[in-house]
C-alpha cells in the first residue's frame, strides 16, 4: 500500500546491490578471473552484527531481495514508500576504491559504475546514482568522473569515508577540481573502516566488536569536516558542495564550536578562512538524517537542531535496505515542523538539481 503524504520524499541513501556477474562482464578479461574467484574489495576486520546488515523482510512474496533488481526496488521501495527521487549508492564501489591493488580496483569501480549507467538509471526515472572513484587513485578518478560526470543520472561523486589522509589534503584536490568541473557534490559514506590501506577505524585503534566499531564511525567525518574547511577546499572550489552521508548529524555542533573558538586564535595558520568556519561548513557541507540521532526528550533534539542552520544543510536518508535505516514518517516526526518540508525534499532538490515538486511550499508545517 502506498504512502499518501502531503509532503514530498527525496531519500538520499539506498543501497542497491548489483550483480556479480552483470560486473564481470564490465571488467577487461585480465580482471574478471580474480573477480569471478571471489577477491572483490579490501578486506575488512571481521566485526559482526548479529541480525545481519540487511533487513530481514526486505524481500518479495517468493523470496527475491528487493535491492537487487531495479523493478523490485522500484514497486517495493519507492512506489510503496512515495519517493519522490532516490539516490542509489552501491557499496561494492566503496570498497572498491581501497584495494591496495590501484589497477584492478579501478577496473572493479570502472565496471561497477558501467552497471550503474547501463542496468539501473534507465529502469525508473526517479533512480539518480552516485559515481564511484578511488580516493588512493585520484589519476584514474578524475578520469572517470570525466567519463560518466555529465551522464544525466549521475547525481555526485562518492567515496569511502576510511582514507589514507584526511580530505582536505592536496592529494585529493584534483578529485574535487573534477566534481566542480562538473557541477556535481562529493560525498563520502561510511562502512569501510579499519579494511585494507586505511588503517585503525579509530584513532586510538581497533575496535572489539561491531556496536563498538558501529558507534565510532561518525569520528572520521569529524575529521574529515575539520580538515576540508582548514585546508581552504572551499576557497579553492568554491562551488563544491561535500556531502556526508550516513555519518550522524549532531556531532557538528560542538566539533564547529571548539573550530571556531580555535581559529580566533590560531587564524595565522589559515589565511584563506575569512570567516567563521562554522558558517563555512553550513554553505558547503551536507549531512543526512540517517542514523538520525534518537534522545529521550524529543525537545533536546529540536533545541540542538537550532543551534546550526540544519534547516538548509540537512537531507533525509533512509539508508534502506539496512538493519538500521529509519522511513520517511519516523523521520518527519522527528523534525520540528518548519524544517521537514526543506529537509525531507527540498535541500536535496537544490543540491542535485531535481525537477519541481508539485507539491507546495505551504505544506512543509503539516502534522504527521
Known sequence: MQHKRPFPIIDADIHPVFDGKRIAEFLPPLWRKRWEGG???????????????????????????IENAPDTLSKLYLDAEAIEFGILNENQGLTAGLHPDLDYGSAMIS????VLVNDWLPKDPRFRGSLAVSPNDPVHAVKEIHRLGSHPGIAQVIMSTASLHPYGH???????EAAQEHNLPVAVHPGAEGSSLTGAPT???FPSNYLEWHTSLTGNAQAHAVSLVTSGVFAKYP??????IECGVLWAIPLMWRLNKNWKGLRQL?????????????EHIRLTTQPIEEPDERSHFHEMLAMLPFEKCLMYSSDYPHWDGDTPDFVARSLPESMRFRVMSENARELYRLPASVHSPKKEAVHV
Open 39 to 65: 577477491n572483490r574489495g579490501a578486506g575488512y576486520p571481521g566485526y559482526w552484527n548479529p541480525g545481519g546488515v540487511h533487513r530481514a523482510d526486505a524481500q518479495t512474496e517468493d523470496g527475491r531481495r
Open 111 to 114: 565496471a561497477i559504475n558501467d
Open 170 to 176: 592536496r592529494m585529493y584536490h584534483p578529485i574535487f
Open 203 to 205: 584513532a586510538a585503534g
Open 239 to 244: 562551488k563544491l558542495r561535500f556531502v556526508m
Open 270 to 282: 589559515t589565511p584563506w578562512i575569512d570567516r567563521l568556519p562554522s558558517e563555512i561548513f553550513a
